[in-house]
């Protein structure tokens, strides 16, 4: 009847029959070079991960934080590419350091309730939201006499934080 069945536990027999589990290695899978996910872990093709509407909040928010931090603090390198001369000028400077607040402040409090359910986040996004559409509308008014990038800029930031703010509307409610 010859020899006795090696033991499961043992490390050598695993190595050496693959019909047994070995449990000391990773879940994924070694083909060649490549890590393959086992297949309850992985997304249909095709298909994107889920986005989180408290992270996008907050990543939002800290966008709008660091555009209304540089307005504040560097009114003229700022503004410039949107306004352009009119930021080198002291009335100029005004408006962008008074936008600057304005998103700062908008920023700053959408970051604080953006990760609490029911406190208070669409009020904040919809506070912005109205911001970018009042500054994607003044920028349409004004192309004629701003810089040639700053249309496009314009309607691709504030449009595009207008497009998310209405999705975050819905997600956070």
Same mark, same amino acid.
């Given at each position: 009847?010859?020899?006795?069945?090696?033991?499961?536990?043992?490390?050598? &027999?695993? =190595? #050496? *029959?693959?019909?047994?589990?070995? %449990?000391?290695? !990773?879940?994924?899978?070694?083909? !060649? *070079?490549? $890590?393959?996910?086992?297949?309850?872990?992985?997304?249909?093709?095709? !298909?994107?991960? @889920?986005?989180? =509407?408290?992270?996008?909040?907050?990543?939002?928010?800290?966008?709008?934080?660091?555009?209304?931090?540089?307005?504040?603090?560097?009114?003229? $390198?700022?503004?410039?590419? +949107?306004?352009?001369? =009119? &930021? *080198?000028?002291?009335?100029?400077? &005004?408006?962008?350091?008074?936008?600057?607040?304005?998103?700062?402040?908008?920023?700053?409090?959408?970051?604080?309730?953006?990760? %609490?359910?029911?406190?208070? @986040?669409?009020? +904040?996004?919809?506070?912005?939201? /109205?911001?970018?559409?009042?500054?994607?509308?003044?920028?349409?008014?004004? %192309?004629?006499?701003?810089?040639?990038? #700053?249309?496009?800029?314009?309607? @691709?930031?504030?449009?595009?934080? /207008?497009?998310?703010?209405? +999705?975050?509307?819905? &997600? $956070? *409610?």
């Amino acid at each position: 009847m010859g020899e006795p069945a090696p033991c499961p536990s043992s490390t050598s &027999a695993t =190595a #050496a *029959d693959p019909t047994v589990p070995d %449990r000391t290695r !990773s879940r994924t899978t070694e083909t !060649s *070079d490549v $890590l393959v996910r086992p297949a309850r872990f992985r997304r249909p093709a095709g !298909s994107l991960p @889920a986005v989180d =509407a408290r992270r996008a909040a907050r990543l939002q928010a800290l966008g709008r934080i660091a555009l209304g931090g540089g307005l504040v603090a560097a009114p003229a $390198l700022v503004a410039g590419g +949107w306004v352009g001369s =009119a &930021a *080198d000028k002291r009335p100029g400077q &005004a408006l962008a350091i008074g936008l600057g607040a304005r998103d700062l402040a908008i920023g700053i409090g959408q970051l604080r309730t953006a990760g %609490r359910r029911r406190a208070g @986040a669409p009020a +904040w996004v919809r506070a912005g939201m /109205v911001a970018d559409l009042a500054d994607l509308i003044a920028t349409l008014r004004a %192309r004629d006499q701003l810089p040639p990038l #700053a249309t496009p800029a314009v309607v @691709a930031f504030a449009g595009g934080s /207008v497009l998310l703010g209405a +999705w975050l509307q819905a &997600a $956070l *409610d």
